[in-house]
Protein backbone atom coordinates (compact mmCIF):
# COMPACT_ATOMS: atom_id res chain seq x y z
CA UNK A 1 0.00 0.00 0.00
CA UNK A 2 1.36 3.11 -0.68
CA UNK A 3 2.00 6.38 1.61
CA UNK A 4 -1.13 8.13 -0.24
CA UNK A 5 -3.90 4.82 0.15
CA UNK A 6 -2.72 4.42 3.50
CA UNK A 7 -2.90 8.15 4.59
CA UNK A 8 -6.84 8.26 2.97
CA UNK A 9 -7.77 4.97 4.30
CA UNK A 10 -7.04 6.12 8.01
CA UNK A 11 -8.74 9.53 7.25
CA UNK A 12 -11.51 7.19 5.80
CA UNK A 13 -11.88 4.95 9.06
CA UNK A 14 -11.79 8.47 11.35
CA UNK A 15 -14.71 10.04 9.68
CA UNK A 16 -16.39 6.54 10.15
CA UNK A 17 -15.32 6.59 13.49
CA UNK A 18 -16.77 10.07 13.97
CA UNK A 19 -20.22 9.39 12.83
CA UNK A 20 -20.74 6.13 14.79
CA UNK A 21 -19.92 7.78 17.93
CA UNK A 22 -21.54 11.15 16.96
CA UNK A 23 -24.85 9.18 15.81
CA UNK A 24 -24.56 6.67 18.85
CA UNK A 25 -26.88 8.05 21.73
CA UNK A 26 -29.44 9.26 18.62
CA UNK A 27 -29.97 5.90 17.59
CA UNK A 28 -29.73 3.69 20.66
CA UNK A 29 -31.53 5.73 23.38
CA UNK A 30 -31.83 3.48 26.09
CA UNK A 31 -30.52 5.36 29.11
CA UNK A 32 -28.37 1.83 30.77
CA UNK A 33 -26.89 1.75 26.80
CA UNK A 34 -25.95 5.92 27.14
CA UNK A 35 -24.56 5.92 30.32
CA UNK A 36 -22.72 3.05 29.82
CA UNK A 37 -21.45 5.44 26.44
CA UNK A 38 -20.51 8.11 28.97
CA UNK A 39 -18.64 6.31 31.37
CA UNK A 40 -16.51 4.84 28.40
CA UNK A 41 -16.13 8.16 26.64
CA UNK A 42 -14.26 9.13 29.81
CA UNK A 43 -12.05 6.58 30.21
CA UNK A 44 -11.36 6.81 26.85
CA UNK A 45 -9.99 10.55 27.19
CA UNK A 46 -7.91 9.30 30.47
CA UNK A 47 -6.27 6.39 29.27
CA UNK A 48 -5.36 8.40 26.20
CA UNK A 49 -3.88 11.45 28.13
CA UNK A 50 -2.25 8.42 30.94
CA UNK A 51 -0.65 7.32 27.36
CA UNK A 52 0.95 10.69 26.55
CA UNK A 53 3.06 10.29 29.72
CA UNK A 54 3.24 6.58 30.39
CA UNK A 55 3.03 5.18 26.91
CA UNK A 56 5.39 7.50 24.92
CA UNK A 57 8.39 7.85 28.33
CA UNK A 58 7.60 4.36 29.66
CA UNK A 59 7.78 5.12 33.14
CA UNK A 60 4.56 3.43 34.67
CA UNK A 61 2.50 5.89 36.71
CA UNK A 62 -0.15 4.56 38.77
CA UNK A 63 -1.57 7.77 40.58
CA UNK A 64 -3.19 9.33 37.65
CA UNK A 65 -6.39 8.89 39.88
CA UNK A 66 -4.96 11.73 41.81
CA UNK A 67 -5.60 14.18 38.84
CA UNK A 68 -9.19 12.64 38.46
CA UNK A 69 -10.07 12.88 41.74
CA UNK A 70 -8.84 16.76 41.74
CA UNK A 71 -10.47 17.31 39.02
CA UNK A 72 -13.83 16.23 40.35
CA UNK A 73 -13.33 18.26 43.65
CA UNK A 74 -12.51 21.17 41.77
CA UNK A 75 -15.62 21.54 39.74
CA UNK A 76 -17.70 20.02 42.81
CA UNK A 77 -16.05 22.84 45.44
CA UNK A 78 -16.04 25.47 42.56
CA UNK A 79 -19.48 25.02 41.60
CA UNK A 80 -20.56 25.09 44.76
CA UNK A 81 -18.68 28.44 46.27
CA UNK A 82 -18.64 30.15 42.92
CA UNK A 83 -23.29 29.53 42.52
CA UNK A 84 -23.23 27.72 39.35
CA UNK A 85 -26.57 26.40 38.44
CA UNK A 86 -26.83 23.31 37.22
CA UNK A 87 -26.51 22.76 33.27
CA UNK A 88 -24.52 23.73 30.91
CA UNK A 89 -22.56 26.32 32.96
CA UNK A 90 -20.98 23.60 34.69
CA UNK A 91 -19.29 22.28 32.24
CA UNK A 92 -17.67 25.33 31.46
CA UNK A 93 -15.81 24.57 35.08
CA UNK A 94 -14.16 21.24 33.25
CA UNK A 95 -11.29 23.13 32.15
CA UNK A 96 -10.65 24.66 35.61
CA UNK A 97 -10.59 21.10 36.88
CA UNK A 98 -8.28 20.12 34.23
CA UNK A 99 -6.15 23.66 35.15
CA UNK A 100 -6.03 22.69 38.69
CA UNK A 101 -5.30 18.56 38.41
CA UNK A 102 -2.28 20.20 35.97
CA UNK A 103 -1.06 22.40 38.67
CA UNK A 104 -1.22 19.68 41.43
CA UNK A 105 0.63 17.68 38.46
CA UNK A 106 4.28 19.49 38.98
CA UNK A 107 4.77 18.82 42.48
CA UNK A 108 3.78 15.54 42.13
CA UNK A 109 6.13 15.58 39.20
CA UNK A 110 9.00 16.98 40.71
CA UNK A 111 8.84 14.53 43.41
CA UNK A 112 8.05 11.56 41.47
CA UNK A 113 10.32 11.73 38.55
CA UNK A 114 13.46 12.10 40.76
CA UNK A 115 13.42 8.06 40.41
CA UNK A 116 12.93 5.53 38.07
CA UNK A 117 11.21 2.32 37.23
CA UNK A 118 9.98 0.18 40.63
CA UNK A 119 10.65 3.17 42.20
CA UNK A 120 8.60 5.56 40.38
CA UNK A 121 5.34 3.53 40.13
CA UNK A 122 6.04 3.38 43.96
CA UNK A 123 6.29 6.91 44.46
CA UNK A 124 2.92 7.91 42.35
CA UNK A 125 1.25 4.88 44.39
CA UNK A 126 2.07 6.58 47.57
CA UNK A 127 1.33 9.85 46.36
CA UNK A 128 -2.15 8.55 45.61
CA UNK A 129 -2.69 7.54 49.03
CA UNK A 130 -1.69 10.90 50.22
CA UNK A 131 -4.20 12.89 48.49
CA UNK A 132 -6.88 9.58 49.63
CA UNK A 133 -6.26 10.31 53.03
CA UNK A 134 -6.34 13.80 52.81
CA UNK A 135 -10.09 13.53 51.10
CA UNK A 136 -10.92 11.58 53.68
CA UNK A 137 -9.89 14.17 56.34
CA UNK A 138 -9.57 17.37 55.42
CA UNK A 139 -12.41 19.56 56.14
CA UNK A 140 -12.73 21.41 52.69
CA UNK A 141 -13.55 17.94 50.72
CA UNK A 142 -16.81 17.09 53.34
CA UNK A 143 -14.98 13.73 54.57
CA UNK A 144 -16.32 10.53 53.53
CA UNK A 145 -19.58 12.47 52.69
CA UNK A 146 -18.52 14.13 50.01
CA UNK A 147 -19.44 16.88 48.06
CA UNK A 148 -22.70 17.30 46.60
CA UNK A 149 -23.03 19.02 42.55
CA UNK A 150 -25.43 20.66 41.24
CA UNK A 151 -28.43 18.87 39.52
CA UNK A 152 -28.52 18.93 35.94
CA UNK A 153 -31.84 20.03 35.28
CA UNK A 154 -31.59 17.71 31.44
CA UNK A 155 -34.86 16.49 30.14
CA UNK A 156 -35.02 12.79 31.41
CA UNK A 157 -35.54 11.02 28.34
CA UNK A 158 -32.38 12.18 26.80
CA UNK A 159 -30.45 13.43 30.18
CA UNK A 160 -27.05 11.89 29.25
CA UNK A 161 -27.10 13.12 25.83
CA UNK A 162 -25.59 16.41 27.02
CA UNK A 163 -22.53 14.65 29.13
CA UNK A 164 -21.98 12.33 26.59
CA UNK A 165 -21.30 15.22 23.55
CA UNK A 166 -18.99 17.21 26.28
CA UNK A 167 -17.19 13.88 26.61
CA UNK A 168 -16.71 12.93 23.37
CA UNK A 169 -15.54 16.71 22.63
CA UNK A 170 -13.02 16.51 25.50
CA UNK A 171 -12.00 12.88 23.59
CA UNK A 172 -11.51 13.94 20.48
CA UNK A 173 -9.34 17.25 22.06
CA UNK A 174 -7.58 14.66 23.62
CA UNK A 175 -6.83 12.34 20.71
CA UNK A 176 -5.33 15.09 18.71
CA UNK A 177 -3.41 16.27 21.72
CA UNK A 178 -1.53 12.87 21.70
CA UNK A 179 -1.50 13.10 18.10
CA UNK A 180 0.32 16.03 17.86
CA UNK A 181 2.12 15.08 20.68
CA UNK A 182 3.42 12.01 18.91
CA UNK A 183 4.76 13.34 15.98
CA UNK A 184 6.42 16.32 17.56
CA UNK A 185 10.28 17.15 18.47
CA UNK A 186 8.60 16.75 21.81
CA UNK A 187 7.08 13.33 21.21
CA UNK A 188 10.58 12.02 19.63
CA UNK A 189 12.39 12.74 22.97
CA UNK A 190 10.24 11.40 25.02
CA UNK A 191 10.41 8.36 23.13
CA UNK A 192 14.12 8.03 22.87
CA UNK A 193 13.77 8.45 26.25
CA UNK A 194 11.56 5.10 26.77
CA UNK A 195 14.42 3.50 24.97
CA UNK A 196 17.10 4.71 26.20
CA UNK A 197 17.38 7.39 28.86
CA UNK A 198 20.87 7.75 29.73
CA UNK A 199 21.85 7.50 25.86
CA UNK A 200 18.69 10.44 25.23
CA UNK A 201 20.08 12.45 27.83
CA UNK A 202 23.92 11.80 25.96
CA UNK A 203 22.73 13.32 23.18
CA UNK A 204 21.54 16.32 24.35
CA UNK A 205 17.62 15.60 25.15
CA UNK A 206 16.38 17.91 28.36
CA UNK A 207 15.06 14.43 29.70
CA UNK A 208 13.94 16.05 33.02
CA UNK A 209 11.79 18.96 31.99
CA UNK A 210 10.77 16.94 29.16
CA UNK A 211 9.32 14.13 31.06
CA UNK A 212 7.81 16.68 33.85
CA UNK A 213 5.97 18.13 30.60
CA UNK A 214 4.68 14.93 29.40
CA UNK A 215 3.33 14.27 32.94
CA UNK A 216 1.61 17.71 33.57
CA UNK A 217 0.43 17.81 29.95
CA UNK A 218 -0.94 14.36 30.48
CA UNK A 219 -2.61 15.68 33.86
CA UNK A 220 -5.10 18.13 32.42
CA UNK A 221 -7.69 16.43 30.37
CA UNK A 222 -8.12 13.49 33.61
CA UNK A 223 -8.61 16.54 35.76
CA UNK A 224 -11.34 17.40 33.18
CA UNK A 225 -12.99 14.65 32.86
CA UNK A 226 -12.93 13.78 36.62
CA UNK A 227 -15.02 16.86 36.94
CA UNK A 228 -17.59 15.98 34.11
CA UNK A 229 -17.64 11.98 35.70
CA UNK A 230 -18.66 13.80 38.87
CA UNK A 231 -21.28 15.67 37.38
CA UNK A 232 -22.52 12.84 35.69
CA UNK A 233 -22.81 10.75 39.18
CA UNK A 234 -24.05 14.02 41.20
CA UNK A 235 -21.73 13.91 43.93
CA UNK A 236 -18.05 13.56 44.83
CA UNK A 237 -16.99 11.15 47.32
CA UNK A 238 -13.36 10.15 48.19
CA UNK A 239 -13.91 6.43 47.37
CA UNK A 240 -14.78 7.21 44.49
CA UNK A 241 -12.61 10.07 43.70
CA UNK A 242 -9.40 8.34 44.62
CA UNK A 243 -9.64 4.63 43.80
CA UNK A 244 -6.51 2.44 43.34
CA UNK A 245 -8.80 0.81 40.72
CA UNK A 246 -9.01 3.62 38.38
CA UNK A 247 -4.92 3.60 38.47
CA UNK A 248 -4.74 0.39 37.31
CA UNK A 249 -7.72 0.51 34.67
CA UNK A 250 -6.02 2.72 33.23
CA UNK A 251 -2.70 0.55 32.94
CA UNK A 252 -4.96 -2.16 31.66
CA UNK A 253 -6.91 -0.81 29.16
CA UNK A 254 -3.40 0.72 27.69
CA UNK A 255 -1.92 -2.65 27.75
CA UNK A 256 -4.63 -4.13 26.53
CA UNK A 257 -4.73 -2.02 23.27
CA UNK A 258 -1.01 -1.51 23.21
CA UNK A 259 0.88 1.31 24.89
CA UNK A 260 3.07 4.15 23.35
CA UNK A 261 0.73 3.89 20.56
CA UNK A 262 -2.32 6.15 18.97
CA UNK A 263 -5.17 3.95 19.35
CA UNK A 264 -4.20 0.91 21.54
CA UNK A 265 -5.50 2.94 24.67
CA UNK A 266 -8.69 4.42 22.76
CA UNK A 267 -9.14 0.51 21.65
CA UNK A 268 -8.63 -1.28 24.94
CA UNK A 269 -10.44 1.58 27.25
CA UNK A 270 -13.84 1.11 24.57
CA UNK A 271 -13.51 -2.85 25.16
CA UNK A 272 -12.94 -2.86 28.76
CA UNK A 273 -14.90 -0.09 30.31
CA UNK A 274 -18.16 -0.74 28.48
CA UNK A 275 -17.77 -4.19 29.63
CA UNK A 276 -17.01 -3.62 33.12
CA UNK A 277 -20.16 -1.44 33.54
CA UNK A 278 -22.25 -3.75 31.54
CA UNK A 279 -21.06 -6.20 34.09
CA UNK A 280 -21.26 -4.47 37.09
CA UNK A 281 -24.75 -2.86 35.82
CA UNK A 282 -25.61 -6.60 35.15
CA UNK A 283 -24.51 -8.32 38.67
CA UNK A 284 -24.25 -6.95 41.65
CA UNK A 285 -21.70 -8.16 44.50
CA UNK A 286 -18.17 -6.45 44.39
CA UNK A 287 -16.62 -9.68 45.21
CA UNK A 288 -17.11 -11.67 42.06
CA UNK A 289 -16.62 -8.40 40.37
CA UNK A 290 -13.44 -8.07 41.47
CA UNK A 291 -12.70 -11.82 40.48
CA UNK A 292 -13.74 -11.17 37.02
CA UNK A 293 -11.95 -7.90 37.03
CA UNK A 294 -8.35 -9.47 38.14
CA UNK A 295 -8.62 -13.24 35.89
CA UNK A 296 -9.45 -10.29 32.68
CA UNK A 297 -6.06 -8.62 34.11
CA UNK A 298 -3.96 -11.48 34.29
CA UNK A 299 -4.95 -12.91 30.77
CA UNK A 300 -4.68 -9.70 28.93
CA UNK A 301 -0.93 -9.62 30.81
CA UNK A 302 -0.02 -13.13 30.22
CA UNK A 303 -1.43 -13.67 26.84
CA UNK A 304 -1.38 -10.33 24.82
CA UNK A 305 1.55 -8.57 26.72
CA UNK A 306 2.53 -5.95 24.10
CA UNK A 307 -1.30 -5.52 23.29
CA UNK A 308 -3.77 -5.63 20.55
CA UNK A 309 -2.81 -3.00 18.12
CA UNK A 310 0.97 -3.69 17.69
CA UNK A 311 0.22 -7.30 17.56
CA UNK A 312 -1.99 -6.97 14.87
CA UNK A 313 0.15 -4.55 13.60
CA UNK A 314 3.09 -6.60 13.61
CA UNK A 315 1.21 -9.85 12.08
CA UNK A 316 -0.18 -7.14 8.78
CA UNK A 317 3.44 -5.92 8.56
CA UNK A 318 3.99 -9.84 8.19
CA UNK A 319 2.08 -10.69 5.83
CA UNK A 320 2.86 -7.79 3.65
CA UNK A 321 6.45 -8.80 3.46
CA UNK A 322 5.52 -12.60 2.74
CA UNK A 323 3.37 -11.23 -0.13
CA UNK A 324 6.25 -9.18 -1.48
CA UNK A 325 8.15 -12.07 -1.44
CA UNK A 326 10.70 -10.44 1.13
CA UNK A 327 12.17 -12.11 4.00
CA UNK A 328 10.59 -12.52 7.73
CA UNK A 329 12.61 -9.38 9.15
CA UNK A 330 9.78 -7.47 10.67
CA UNK A 331 9.53 -9.31 13.65
CA UNK A 332 13.06 -8.64 15.16
CA UNK A 333 13.09 -5.27 14.09
CA UNK A 334 9.61 -4.28 15.26
CA UNK A 335 10.21 -5.88 18.76
CA UNK A 336 12.26 -3.09 20.62
CA UNK A 337 11.30 0.39 20.53
CA UNK A 338 9.97 0.20 16.57
CA UNK A 339 6.57 -1.18 17.82
CA UNK A 340 5.22 1.97 17.85
CA UNK A 341 6.74 2.82 14.63
CA UNK A 342 5.05 0.50 12.97
CA UNK A 343 1.21 0.38 15.06
CA UNK A 344 -0.31 3.92 14.62
CA UNK B 1 1.11 15.51 76.39
CA UNK B 2 2.97 13.75 79.26
CA UNK B 3 6.39 11.86 79.11
CA UNK B 4 5.04 8.62 79.93
CA UNK B 5 2.31 8.70 76.95
CA UNK B 6 5.06 10.04 74.76
CA UNK B 7 7.21 7.05 75.86
CA UNK B 8 4.29 4.24 75.83
CA UNK B 9 4.15 5.22 71.67
CA UNK B 10 8.48 4.76 71.24
CA UNK B 11 7.48 1.63 73.13
CA UNK B 12 4.72 0.86 71.30
CA UNK B 13 6.12 1.68 67.57
CA UNK B 14 9.04 -0.60 68.56
CA UNK B 15 6.56 -3.33 69.23
CA UNK B 16 4.64 -3.17 66.29
CA UNK B 17 7.60 -1.99 63.80
CA UNK B 18 9.04 -5.05 64.56
CA UNK B 19 6.01 -7.16 62.68
CA UNK B 20 5.84 -4.52 59.83
CA UNK B 21 10.21 -5.49 59.54
CA UNK B 22 9.03 -8.82 59.00
CA UNK B 23 6.15 -8.18 56.26
CA UNK B 24 8.72 -5.70 54.77
CA UNK B 25 11.70 -8.02 54.85
CA UNK B 26 9.74 -10.21 52.86
CA UNK B 27 8.52 -7.93 50.05
CA UNK B 28 12.27 -7.01 50.08
CA UNK B 29 13.13 -10.36 49.73
CA UNK B 30 11.09 -10.79 46.79
CA UNK B 31 12.12 -7.79 44.88
CA UNK B 32 16.02 -8.56 45.37
CA UNK B 33 15.71 -11.92 44.01
CA UNK B 34 13.14 -11.17 41.75
CA UNK B 35 13.14 -7.43 40.20
CA UNK B 36 9.54 -7.86 41.44
CA UNK B 37 7.88 -5.65 43.84
CA UNK B 38 4.92 -7.50 44.95
CA UNK B 39 1.56 -5.33 45.13
CA UNK B 40 -0.20 -8.14 46.78
CA UNK B 41 2.14 -8.45 49.51
CA UNK B 42 -0.28 -6.36 51.51
CA UNK B 43 -3.29 -8.22 50.92
CA UNK B 44 -1.60 -11.67 51.29
CA UNK B 45 -0.93 -10.32 54.76
CA UNK B 46 -4.83 -9.58 55.50
CA UNK B 47 -5.30 -13.26 53.79
CA UNK B 48 -3.05 -14.96 56.55
CA UNK B 49 -4.94 -12.61 58.84
CA UNK B 50 -8.18 -13.94 56.99
CA UNK B 51 -6.85 -17.87 57.25
CA UNK B 52 -6.27 -17.29 60.92
CA UNK B 53 -9.00 -16.38 61.81
CA UNK B 54 -10.65 -19.53 60.21
CA UNK B 55 -9.20 -21.60 61.60
CA UNK B 56 -9.69 -20.24 64.86
CA UNK B 57 -13.13 -18.82 65.05
CA UNK B 58 -14.05 -22.21 63.56
CA UNK B 59 -12.15 -25.05 63.67
CA UNK B 60 -10.84 -24.00 67.14
CA UNK B 61 -7.05 -23.93 66.47
CA UNK B 62 -5.50 -20.93 68.88
CA UNK B 63 -3.90 -18.23 67.04
CA UNK B 64 0.23 -19.86 67.68
CA UNK B 65 -0.73 -23.48 66.73
CA UNK B 66 -2.47 -22.04 63.74
CA UNK B 67 0.71 -20.61 62.12
CA UNK B 68 2.12 -24.25 61.61
CA UNK B 69 -0.58 -24.54 58.64
CA UNK B 70 -1.15 -20.99 57.36
CA UNK B 71 3.11 -20.13 57.13
CA UNK B 72 3.31 -23.27 54.96
CA UNK B 73 -0.06 -22.27 52.62
CA UNK B 74 0.89 -19.00 52.54
CA UNK B 75 4.63 -20.59 51.64
CA UNK B 76 2.97 -23.13 48.76
CA UNK B 77 1.10 -19.65 47.40
CA UNK B 78 4.03 -17.66 47.13
CA UNK B 79 5.41 -20.71 45.12
CA UNK B 80 2.62 -20.72 42.87
CA UNK B 81 2.71 -16.99 42.39
CA UNK B 82 6.66 -17.14 41.33
CA UNK B 83 5.94 -20.21 39.23
CA UNK B 84 2.59 -19.37 37.62
CA UNK B 85 3.22 -15.51 37.33
CA UNK B 86 6.58 -14.31 37.75
CA UNK B 87 8.33 -16.34 35.74
CA UNK B 88 7.11 -16.03 32.76
CA UNK B 89 7.45 -12.41 32.30
CA UNK B 90 9.65 -11.48 29.30
CA UNK B 91 12.59 -9.54 30.28
CA UNK B 92 11.78 -6.81 28.78
CA UNK B 93 8.84 -3.87 30.33
CA UNK B 94 9.34 -6.76 32.60
CA UNK B 95 9.09 -3.54 35.49
CA UNK B 96 5.78 -2.65 34.69
CA UNK B 97 4.30 -6.12 33.30
CA UNK B 98 5.26 -7.20 37.09
CA UNK B 99 3.71 -4.52 38.78
CA UNK B 100 0.72 -5.00 36.95
CA UNK B 101 0.44 -8.65 37.48
CA UNK B 102 1.09 -8.92 41.07
CA UNK B 103 -1.44 -6.11 41.24
CA UNK B 104 -3.94 -8.36 39.11
CA UNK B 105 -3.09 -11.00 42.07
CA UNK B 106 -4.31 -8.52 44.61
CA UNK B 107 -7.16 -7.73 43.02
CA UNK B 108 -8.11 -11.29 42.67
CA UNK B 109 -7.45 -12.26 46.49
CA UNK B 110 -9.10 -9.41 47.51
CA UNK B 111 -12.45 -10.15 44.87
CA UNK B 112 -11.95 -13.91 46.83
CA UNK B 113 -12.45 -12.54 50.55
CA UNK B 114 -15.10 -10.37 49.97
CA UNK B 115 -17.51 -12.79 48.02
CA UNK B 116 -16.78 -15.02 51.00
CA UNK B 117 -16.39 -12.65 54.40
CA UNK B 118 -18.33 -9.30 52.45
CA UNK B 119 -16.87 -6.39 54.31
CA UNK B 120 -17.43 -6.63 57.51
CA UNK B 121 -14.66 -6.12 60.18
CA UNK B 122 -13.44 -8.82 61.72
CA UNK B 123 -10.55 -9.22 64.69
CA UNK B 124 -8.87 -12.29 65.78
CA UNK B 125 -9.30 -12.96 69.65
CA UNK B 126 -7.32 -15.35 72.14
CA UNK B 127 -7.05 -15.49 76.05
CA UNK B 128 -3.72 -13.57 75.06
CA UNK B 129 -4.75 -10.89 72.76
CA UNK B 130 -6.97 -8.94 74.99
CA UNK B 131 -4.45 -9.13 78.32
CA UNK B 132 -1.45 -6.95 78.99
CA UNK B 133 1.47 -7.09 81.52
CA UNK B 134 2.62 -4.14 83.61
CA UNK B 135 6.50 -3.64 82.87
CA UNK B 136 8.22 -0.62 84.72
CA UNK B 137 5.40 1.73 84.13
CA UNK B 138 4.21 0.56 80.54
CA UNK B 139 1.02 -1.76 79.79
CA UNK B 140 2.52 -3.70 77.32
CA UNK B 141 -0.59 -5.91 75.35
CA UNK B 142 0.39 -10.07 75.37
CA UNK B 143 0.07 -9.72 71.77
CA UNK B 144 2.61 -7.06 70.86
CA UNK B 145 5.18 -8.80 72.79
CA UNK B 146 4.27 -12.13 71.15
CA UNK B 147 4.39 -10.47 67.52
CA UNK B 148 7.42 -9.03 68.14
CA UNK B 149 8.81 -11.81 69.91
CA UNK B 150 7.76 -13.71 66.56
CA UNK B 151 9.17 -11.21 64.22
CA UNK B 152 12.71 -11.06 65.71
CA UNK B 153 12.88 -14.53 65.69
CA UNK B 154 11.98 -15.20 62.13
CA UNK B 155 14.23 -12.15 61.08
CA UNK B 156 17.34 -13.40 63.14
CA UNK B 157 16.53 -17.07 61.13
CA UNK B 158 16.06 -15.45 57.50
CA UNK B 159 19.37 -13.29 58.83
CA UNK B 160 21.20 -16.89 59.28
CA UNK B 161 20.03 -18.36 56.43
CA UNK B 162 20.89 -15.60 53.83
CA UNK B 163 24.17 -15.25 55.27
CA UNK B 164 25.30 -18.45 57.04
CA UNK B 165 23.83 -21.15 54.74
CA UNK B 166 24.65 -22.65 51.31
CA UNK B 167 21.19 -21.60 50.25
CA UNK B 168 21.51 -18.16 51.45
CA UNK B 169 24.86 -18.01 49.26
CA UNK B 170 23.03 -19.14 46.37
CA UNK B 171 20.01 -16.43 46.91
CA UNK B 172 22.80 -13.85 47.16
CA UNK B 173 24.44 -15.06 43.83
CA UNK B 174 21.32 -14.91 42.07
CA UNK B 175 20.47 -11.47 43.38
CA UNK B 176 23.53 -10.02 42.34
CA UNK B 177 24.15 -11.90 38.90
CA UNK B 178 21.73 -14.36 37.11
CA UNK B 179 23.96 -15.41 34.64
CA UNK B 180 26.96 -16.01 36.82
CA UNK B 181 24.91 -17.76 39.19
CA UNK B 182 23.75 -19.83 36.23
CA UNK B 183 27.36 -20.62 35.23
CA UNK B 184 28.69 -22.13 38.57
CA UNK B 185 25.77 -24.34 38.50
CA UNK B 186 23.32 -22.67 41.34
CA UNK B 187 19.73 -23.81 40.32
CA UNK B 188 18.72 -19.65 39.77
CA UNK B 189 14.56 -20.91 38.94
CA UNK B 190 14.64 -22.91 41.77
CA UNK B 191 16.21 -20.52 44.18
CA UNK B 192 14.08 -17.85 42.95
CA UNK B 193 11.09 -19.90 43.58
CA UNK B 194 12.06 -20.56 47.52
CA UNK B 195 12.58 -16.79 48.06
CA UNK B 196 9.43 -15.98 46.80
CA UNK B 197 7.97 -18.85 49.12
CA UNK B 198 9.51 -17.66 52.22
CA UNK B 199 8.83 -13.75 51.13
CA UNK B 200 5.31 -14.85 50.97
CA UNK B 201 5.55 -17.09 54.08
CA UNK B 202 6.44 -14.39 56.71
CA UNK B 203 3.01 -12.84 55.72
CA UNK B 204 1.03 -15.07 57.70
CA UNK B 205 2.77 -14.46 60.89
CA UNK B 206 2.61 -10.59 59.97
CA UNK B 207 -1.03 -11.76 59.17
CA UNK B 208 -1.81 -13.27 62.94
CA UNK B 209 -0.27 -9.80 64.25
CA UNK B 210 -1.86 -7.61 62.39
CA UNK B 211 -5.14 -9.31 62.67
CA UNK B 212 -5.20 -9.38 66.47
CA UNK B 213 -3.90 -6.17 66.67
CA UNK B 214 -6.60 -4.08 64.32
CA UNK B 215 -9.68 -4.51 63.01
CA UNK B 216 -9.80 -5.83 59.30
CA UNK B 217 -11.74 -6.26 56.21
CA UNK B 218 -10.97 -7.35 52.68
CA UNK B 219 -9.98 -4.18 51.49
CA UNK B 220 -7.14 -3.57 54.57
CA UNK B 221 -4.74 -4.52 51.84
CA UNK B 222 -4.37 -1.28 50.59
CA UNK B 223 -3.46 0.58 53.76
CA UNK B 224 -0.87 -1.95 54.55
CA UNK B 225 0.91 -2.19 51.30
CA UNK B 226 1.12 1.56 51.05
CA UNK B 227 3.10 1.54 54.29
CA UNK B 228 5.35 -1.39 53.33
CA UNK B 229 6.39 -0.13 49.84
CA UNK B 230 7.07 3.40 51.91
CA UNK B 231 9.47 1.14 54.39
CA UNK B 232 11.08 -0.54 51.53
CA UNK B 233 11.67 2.61 49.74
CA UNK B 234 12.98 4.24 52.50
CA UNK B 235 15.15 1.40 53.58
CA UNK B 236 16.75 1.31 50.23
CA UNK B 237 14.92 -1.46 47.87
CA UNK B 238 16.90 -4.79 47.96
CA UNK B 239 18.23 -4.09 51.59
CA UNK B 240 16.49 -6.45 53.97
CA UNK B 241 18.52 -4.78 57.29
CA UNK B 242 17.56 -1.53 56.00
CA UNK B 243 13.72 -2.20 55.53
CA UNK B 244 13.97 -3.33 59.23
CA UNK B 245 15.39 0.08 60.36
CA UNK B 246 13.22 1.60 58.26
CA UNK B 247 9.84 -0.20 59.96
CA UNK B 248 10.81 0.64 63.20
CA UNK B 249 11.82 3.70 62.52
CA UNK B 250 8.85 4.64 60.70
CA UNK B 251 6.40 3.15 63.44
CA UNK B 252 7.89 4.98 66.30
CA UNK B 253 7.22 7.74 64.58
CA UNK B 254 3.92 7.85 63.37
CA UNK B 255 2.60 6.30 67.06
CA UNK B 256 4.64 9.32 68.75
CA UNK B 257 2.89 11.69 65.88
CA UNK B 258 -0.69 9.86 67.06
CA UNK B 259 -0.43 10.56 70.29
CA UNK B 260 1.33 13.79 69.95
CA UNK B 261 -1.10 15.54 67.06
CA UNK B 262 -3.61 13.18 65.67
CA UNK B 263 -4.64 9.30 64.92
CA UNK B 264 -6.06 10.27 61.63
CA UNK B 265 -2.76 11.82 60.30
CA UNK B 266 0.16 9.88 61.90
CA UNK B 267 0.08 7.60 58.19
CA UNK B 268 0.73 11.05 56.81
CA UNK B 269 3.86 10.66 58.09
CA UNK B 270 4.79 7.79 55.84
CA UNK B 271 4.64 9.28 52.91
CA UNK B 272 5.66 12.86 53.85
CA UNK B 273 9.19 10.87 55.13
CA UNK B 274 9.30 8.74 51.64
CA UNK B 275 8.80 12.77 50.09
CA UNK B 276 11.53 14.60 51.95
CA UNK B 277 14.16 11.44 52.11
CA UNK B 278 13.61 10.51 48.29
CA UNK B 279 14.05 14.78 47.62
CA UNK B 280 17.40 14.39 49.22
CA UNK B 281 18.78 10.95 48.96
CA UNK B 282 17.03 9.35 45.98
CA UNK B 283 18.57 5.81 47.18
CA UNK B 284 16.75 5.51 50.23
CA UNK B 285 18.35 5.41 53.61
CA UNK B 286 20.54 2.80 53.71
CA UNK B 287 20.55 1.98 49.84
CA UNK B 288 23.17 2.23 47.71
CA UNK B 289 23.33 4.82 44.69
CA UNK B 290 23.40 2.19 42.05
CA UNK B 291 19.85 1.79 42.74
CA UNK B 292 18.59 5.11 41.81
CA UNK B 293 19.28 4.02 38.32
CA UNK B 294 16.05 1.36 38.99
Known amino acids: ?344 | MSGTALLQAIVDGILTGGVYALMAAGLTLIFGVMDIINIAQGVMVVLGAYLSYELSAHLGIGLLPGLLITVPAMFALGVALEFFFMRRLREQDRTGMSILITFAVAILIEGALSAIYGVDYVQLHSSYVDKSVYVLGFYLPYIYLIGFGLAVALLAGLYWMLYRTKFGRAVRASLQNRTAADLIGINVNRTRTISVGIGVAVTAVGGMVFGATNAFNPNSGYDLISRLLAIVILGGMGSIGGAMGAAILMLVVSDVVAVAWSPTWAPLVFFAALVIVLSIRPQGLFGSPAIRAQ
Do not use: C
Open chain 1, 1 to 344: MSVGVRRASAAGALALALVVFGLFPVVFTDPMATSIAVFTLIFMVATTAWNIFSGYSGYLALGHAVFFGSGGYTVALAARDWHVKGGWAVFALLPVGGLVAAAIAIPVGLVALRVRRHTFVVITIAIFFVFQLAAFNLGFTGGTSGILLPFAPFAAANYNQPFYYVALVILVLTVVLSWAVRRSRFGLQLLAIRDDEDRARGLGVKTWRVKLIAFVISAFPVGMVGGLYFYFLGQVFPQFAFDPLFDVSLALMGFLGGIGTLTGPLLGALVLESMQQYLTQSFSGTGTYLIAYGVMFLAVILLLPRGVVPTLAELLANRRARAAGGPDTTRDATVRGGVAGVAR
